[in-house]
């Protein structure tokens, strides 16, 4: 039996990046998977890519927008009858030194990190404990939570605000069965790490004791483990997969 069979798995920001090869995982796990995306047609079509046929769902869903995020629940629930593992990935970056960084710029990330993320873990949480079996949830933060990242002063803070509240999460459902857990990912080989200057690379990998950037699947197959039965005992923790940075 596959680690994620006979399971329900949203994914918000699946249409691309860190969150398709997580949806790609889970579809690799036997779950049934909902991609959210704020671009419909995106998520469908990355829906379809995963090839398993009508197991896999697309959602136009904007995670700033709770009305929305409750739709993209409601719609895993009455297609596949169950919410068993939500992954509250969708995010964006708005970057600017603190100085020249604009009151928008730091809104709009702030609440698509935070107010997004405390929408799905409201909402998730919400059916999950009405499930016996209760349910896995899993935050996207960031070493730049932990650490800080020049010209990121809104991301960081957003970041570092998502440990606080799985932490704060995982206290109020744990009594239901229900799991909340953060990864902290480090430097990973995505299209917006390729378009880095080759100097700030050189210098982002020069602090990663295994020497490179992490590969997409390789966040995938921890978000995997904190998905399934084999981290059923695991609540509250912020696993770090960034190559031993910041150690």
């Known amino acids: 039996m596959k680690l994620l069979e006979n399971r329900t798995a949203v994914v ?10 997580i949806a790609r995982a889970f579809a690799d796990a036997g779950a049934d998977v909902v991609i959210g995306d704020l671009d419909g047609e ?38 596949f009858g169950s919410l068993d593992v939500m992954v ?11 100085r020249k960084m604009s009151e928008e710029q730091f809104d709009q990330v702030i609440a698509v990190h935070l107010r997004g993320t405390w929408n799905g873990l409201r909402t998730a949480s919400g059916f999950m404990r ?17 650490v800080g990242n020049l010209g990121q002063t809104n991301y960081s803070a957003a970041k570092a605000g998502i440990v606080g509240m799985t932490k704060a999460a995982a206290k109020e459902v744990g009594f239901k069965n229900v799991r909340v857990n953060a990864i902290q990912p480090g430097f990973i080989n995505t299209p917006m790490t390729a378009a880095m200057r080759p100097d700030l690379i050189e210098a982002k990998l020069a602090d990663t004791p295994l020497g490179r950037a992490g590969e997409p699947s390789e966040i995938a197959s921890a978000v995997t483990f904190l998905a399934s039965d084999m981290a059923s005992y695991i609540t509250g923790v912020v696993l770090e997969i960034a190559g031993g940075r910041h150690i």
């Open 42 to 79: 995106a998520a469908a079509a990355a829906a379809s890519s995963l090839d398993i046929g009508d197991r896999a769902i697309g959602v136009a869903c904007d995670v700033v927008n709770l009305d929305q995020v409750e739709h993209l629940c409601a719609t895993a629930v009455e297609r």
């Open 130 to 146: 009405d499930q016996p079996e209760g349910g896995s949830i899993i935050n996207v933060s960031s070493i730049a939570g932990k």
């Open 88 to 98: 509250n990935n969708a995010g964006i970056t708005r970057d600017a030194s603190m």
């Open 12 to 21: 918000t920001g699946g249409a691309q990046g860190l969150g398709y090869a």
